[in-house]
């Protein structure tokens, strides 16, 4: 690997944030923060007199994670419940406290339904006080462009004709697909030479949860092939990406 591609890689891994589990303690599923707060932005500039800033994920208890059952990707937090920290400006033509629970029932239900994602508690801090309601175009969000590639190979021509999967993305592995590798949490040999990562994008519309289970069953089901050990498989949600269909 040259350093030009190296840096590249430092600097996609930079990009995703922290990677947040998806779903239940029985998922094998988790989100790049970056691809979460983006949804969760989205889903706050909808709501009326708010102009979204800074959002965070963590979990809600650092200490209480849960460890799956298959390994995570590299540094993937454990499965917890978690909390969202967003901070935004306010119009003041109606009563803040109004505005602060429409915005956090919005993200609640956004995390939820968008998402899959296990938030527990929503933290909000008001940064900026605007004269009047937010015009049209107050927020805006550059979009990055996911770094999708092609599906080579069975398993990743499984997950691509996934419904919901926009394509594969090159996040941490090239190609965005990792097979018989054991993650970072000291997974012993046989267990991880029958395990699959997969990396995808998820179509916006679509509830990245669903389409992160059907991904992970699709890998699964491909990596394992006729009459073979079965193998379990773990997915990483890198983008959810607003401009792009599915692909499956």
Same mark, same amino acid.
């Given at each position: 690997? /040259?350093?030009?591609?190296? =840096?590249?890689?430092? $600097?996609? $891994?930079?990009?995703?944030?922290?990677?947040?589990?998806?779903?239940?303690?029985?998922? /094998? =599923?988790?989100?790049?923060?970056?691809? =979460?707060?983006?949804a969760l932005r989205r889903a706050a500039a909808e709501v009326r007199g708010v102009v979204p800033g800074t959002f965070r994920l963590a979990l809600a208890d650092p200490d209480g994670g849960v460890r799956r059952a298959v390994p995570a990707p590299p540094s993937g937090l454990p499965y917890g419940p978690l909390r969202l920290e967003a901070e935004y400006a306010a119009a003041v033509d109606e009563p803040l406290p109004e505005v602060s629970e429409r915005l956090r029932t919005a993200l609640a239900r956004a995390a939820d339904v968008r998402l899959g994602l296990p938030v527990r508690t929503v933290d909000l801090r008001i940064t900026a006080l605007l004269d009047g309601a937010p015009g049209a175009g107050a927020y805006e969000e550059a979009e990055k462009e996911a770094a999708y590639c092609r599906a080579d190979g069975a398993v990743a021509a499984a997950v691509a004709a996934v419904p919901g999967v926009a394509g594969l993305v090159a996040a941490l592995a090239p190609g965005g697909v990792t097979t018989g590798g054991g993650g970072a949490d000291g997974t012993d040999g046989d267990r991880a030479a029958r395990h699959t990562q997969v990396e995808i994008a998820?179509?916006?519309? $679509? $509830?990245?949860?669903d389409v992160a289970r059907a991904a992970g069953t699709a890998a699964g089901n491909a990596a394992t092939g006729p009459g073979g050990t079965p193998a379990t498989a773990a997915v990483l949600v890198a983008a959810v990406d607003a401009g792009r269909e599915s692909a499956g």
């Open positions: 690997m /040259t350093a030009e591609s190296l =840096a590249e890689a430092v $600097r996609r $891994r930079l990009d995703l944030g922290r990677l947040l589990p998806l779903g239940d303690a029985d998922d /094998t =599923a988790w989100i790049a923060e970056s691809a =979460a707060v983006g998820v179509a916006d519309g $679509r $509830r990245a949860l």
